[in-house]
């Protein structure tokens, strides 16, 4: 069965360090979206792609948050630099496309501890 | 903004008890609502949808009814497993761009 790949499951960084996040989406799905996830509360929206082109950012923290999706296929998100603030789970999740409807596939996460 | 609200945790019941897990929403338009589940160490899974009012989605003995005149969603299932300890997330689809806004989760532990 097709699953959402993310890697790394879990990073340790120390404040002021940059961190980096990759996600591959299921196989022909245009639709990728990255939420974060602060313990004890549900995913957040962080940034939706729709191929290559960012739909909606209006969460993402764009003075220190950045992603990419060059072919529209596989993505990066990155961290520069990290606040304490930023220890959550990182979910990428994608859909075949951007209509209502669409369910959304999520990936394992990746666990960030910044100390 | 849309918002959903569901209820605190942790819910412990003993197997084969009654489950319920209440969820409303607040949303302009007309959103559809999901049940997510997250089991210990796995990304989040679908669990059951509903499109329009009074839709009803189930899916492995979990049910919930869309309710537009009560704003609610509310997750039931008649008899629980040890295998059902998890997380549920209630949350809904803004009419338009697929976007989904989550509650914050509640959890479930189901003692033997």
């Known amino acids: 069965e097709a699953e959402v790949a993310q890697s790394p499951r879990y990073k340790i960084t120390e404040k002021s360090q940059a961190v980096a996040f990759w996600c591959d989406p299921i196989?022909?799905?245009?639709?990728l979206y990255w939420y974060r996830q602060i313990l004890g509360q549900g995913p957040e929206l962080l940034v939706q792609f729709q191929d290559e082109s960012v739909v909606d950012d209006s969460q993402l923290p764009k003075d220190r948050f950045s992603a990419e999706r060059l072919k529209g296929v596989d993505s990066t998100l990155k961290i520069q630099p990290a606040e304490l603030g930023d220890s959550a789970m990182y979910l990428c999740?994608?859909?075949?496309?951007?209509?209502?409807?669409?369910?959304?596939?999520f990936g394992p996460g990746t666990r960030l501890t910044v100390l | 903004g849309n918002s959903v609200t569901q209820m605190e945790g942790p819910v412990t019941l003993s197997e084969e008890a009654f489950l319920t897990i209440n969820c409303t929403y607040t949303a302009t338009g007309y959103p559809s609502l999901f049940w997510y589940v997250q089991y210990p160490g796995e990304g989040l899974q679908l669990l059951l949808k509903?499109?329009?009012?009074?839709d009803k989605g189930s899916n492995k003995g979990f049910e919930a009814t869309y309710r537009k005149e009560t704003t609610s969603f509310h997750l039931e299932k008649g008899s629980v497993q040890v295998s059902d300890s998890a997380v549920y997330f209630c949350?809904?689809?803004?009419?338009?761009?697929?976007?989904?806004?989550f509650g914050a989760g509640t959890i479930l532990r189901v003692k033997s």
């Open positions: 949350a809904l689809s803004e009419e338009y761009g697929n976007k989904l806004v």
């Open positions: 509903a499109t329009k009012a009074d």
């Open positions: 999740a994608s859909s075949l496309s951007s209509g209502n409807y669409n369910e959304q596939f």
């Open positions: 196989s022909g799905h245009a639709t």
